[in-house]
């Protein structure tokens, strides 16, 4: 993403460059609802970026022409539209979730709730990354005719016995190689970080959310009541979670008390 970041700022840094592309908002590492937007809009317009890096490397100032051709020849390559093709497919996927987690009205455990879903989805797209690539493959073909890189997407990179700088998976097609070094790489990549992110021991540090006024308002007594004395006693469990609550259920139903631990 470091070229990706360097080009958006390349034209927003000069009012005359901003105007030879469209409107693409900074690269923000912290606001992630306009990182995701700002990958989807940069690849449906990557054609018209390119061809004004093109011209700007024949135009301009020294300074300008030298860093509109190094972003140029940084861009134009096979390798780098289809990891952007790939990037903008799964950053279409995660910014509902991302608006929802950075909204006013903020659900965390409904968030994770489809975040575990979205988890389902890469999973599923893991078990058959020849469909992902294939797919992958064809929406980059299509950007790739419009810069005239058609050819190189069919034709198979260079690989030699030892190499330490490149990607040197052993294939036999194209689309076997991008698989095995972007495609599977990638999705590991994003399965890991979700899944640590929301991983089943956050599940109780993510209820607690619902202790907000705002949320409060819209829980029973009974609710309220549980939840606290479920995330209140879990620190004194540990891992052993199973016996615990065995212990409170048997506890509680010694005497009939109105909770409800749901």
């Not at 861009?75 to 780098?80: D, P, Y």
């Not at 790939?86 to 279409?92: D, G, H, Q, T, V």
């Not at 590991?188 to 992110?197: C, G, H, K």
Request: hydrophobic share 40%; glycine share 2%; aromatic share 6%.
């Amino acid at each position: 993403m470091g070229t990706t970041k360097d080009i958006i700022f390349f034209f927003r840094e000069s009012v005359l460059r901003r105007k030879l592309v469209p409107n693409i908002t900074r690269l923000c590492e912290t606001r992630w609802s306009e990182k995701h937007k700002t990958i989807r809009v940069f690849k449906e317009n990557f054609p018209v970026v390119l061809e004004a890096l093109e011209n700007l490397s024949r135009e301009g100032n020294s300074a300008t022409r030298k860093n509109a051709f190094q972003l140029h020849a940084a861009a134009f390559k096979i390798s780098f539209i289809l990891c952007i093709t790939l990037i903008a497919k799964y950053s279409a996927l995660l910014e509902p979730v991302v608006n929802a987690l950075q909204s006013i009205a903020l659900d965390v455990v409904k968030a994770s709730q489809h975040v575990k879903r979205i988890l389902q989805l890469l999973k599923s797209h893991r078990d058959n990354p020849e469909r992902v690539t294939d797919e992958i493959i064809k929406d980059a073909t299509v950007v790739a005719e419009k810069v005239g890189l058609e050819q190189d997407i069919t034709s198979m990179p260079r690989i030699v016995g030892k190499q330490r700088h490149r990607s040197n998976h052993p294939a036999k097609s194209p689309s076997e190689f991008w698989k095995r070094s972007l495609i599977i790489p990638y999705l590991d990549s994003v399965i890991t970080s979700l899944e640590t992110r929301f991983a089943e021991e956050n599940t109780p540090s993510f209820a607690l959310s619902k202790l907000h006024p705002a949320q409060m308002q819209t829980m029973s007594v009974e609710n309220l009541t549980g939840l606290a004395m479920m995330s209140v006693h879990r620190k004194l469990i540990h891992g052993n979670l199973q016996d615990f609550n065995n212990k409170v259920v048997e506890k509680f139903t010694m005497n009939p008390r109105k909770l409800c631990f749901n």
